[in-house]
């Protein structure tokens, strides 16, 4: 059984930092595409960042360029957030995502196959 797993969420100022760390246990994340997700009370699952499974190709929401970089290490079967210049809007659950094997990075979450619980990130104006 698949399972994702988040850590590294808390409570920062604007302008700090963060770092998310995603860890997959029951299958090698190597050949799958891995994304993060944001959710807020009432508001839809919003993509954030993915990475293809090249590594070669990542993929950013207009909203994080710039500040978010995605990561992964295969040999530790974990995909990371790097998040820096954090804003208030950018509290909220994020969740870490894999699709199927071999396909394209995409945004939509409905590609998306396993997912993990989620970890909060709180940003404090």
């Known amino acids: 059984q698949v399972q994702l797993v988040e850590s590294g969420g808390g409570l920062v100022q604007a302008g700090g930092s963060l770092r998310l760390s995603c860890t997959t246990s029951g299958r090698a994340i190597g050949g799958y595409p891995m994304a993060w997700f944001r959710q807020t009370p009432g508001k839809e699952r919003e993509f954030v960042s993915a990475i293809s499974w090249r590594i070669s190709s990542t993929n950013y929401a207009d909203s994080v360029k710039g500040r978010f970089t995605i990561s992964r290490d295969n040999a530790e079967n974990t995909v990371y957030l790097q998040m820096n210049s954090l804003k208030p809007e950018d509290t909220a659950v994020y969740y870490c995502?894999?699709?199927?094997?071999?396909?394209?990075?995409?945004?939509?979450?409905?590609?998306?196959?396993?997912w993990g619980q989620g970890t909060q990130v709180t940003v404090s104006s």
């Open positions: 995502a894999s699709s199927r094997a071999y396909s394209d990075p995409e945004s939509q979450a409905s590609r998306y196959i396993n």
